[in-house]
């Protein structure tokens, strides 16, 4: 089965760093744009960040104020940096796949290669 392999989460206090990793499992990343997405318990899934297939541009559609950075190298593993983690920030981490992209907004759908996603709890 074709699908993200997500990692790098974990418990963090307020304030704290964290990295999420993303790496393709049998497919080539290098082919497909990318979008990070989160669900936090009893809300809806939210896109996060995007980034192009070569890297070169990104795009942030929620509310993460400056705090995240997505990056790639390019067809092997794609990350999330997540800073001055916050209580809101508690959720299940998804990276996607998608082959349309926009340089005015970004990624679109249609998503896929999903992963079963990385869950960061944001606690004291």
């Known amino acids: 089965q074709s699908q993200f392999v997500e990692s790098g989460g974990g418990l963090v206090l307020p304030g704290g760093s964290l990295r999420l990793s993303c790496v393709p499992s049998?497919?080539?990343?290098?082919?497909?744009?990318v979008a990070w997405f989160r669900q936090a318990p009893g809300k809806e899934r939210e896109e996060i960040a995007c980034?192009?297939?070569?890297?070169?541009?990104t795009h942030y559609p929620g509310s993460v104020e400056g705090r995240f950075t997505v990056s790639r190298d390019s067809d092997k593993i794609v990350y999330l940096q997540i800073n001055s983690t916050r209580d809101e920030d508690t959720a299940v981490y998804h990276c996607?796949?998608?082959?349309?992209?926009?340089?005015?907004?970004?990624?679109?759908?249609?998503?896929?290669?999903w992963g079963r996603g990385t869950q960061v709890i944001v606690a004291s």
């Open positions: 996607a796949t998608t082959l349309n992209y926009s340089y005015i907004d970004g990624c679109r759908p249609e998503y896929g290669h």
């Open positions: 049998g497919f080539l990343l290098g082919l497909y744009h």
């Open positions: 980034i192009s297939r070569s890297g070169a541009s």
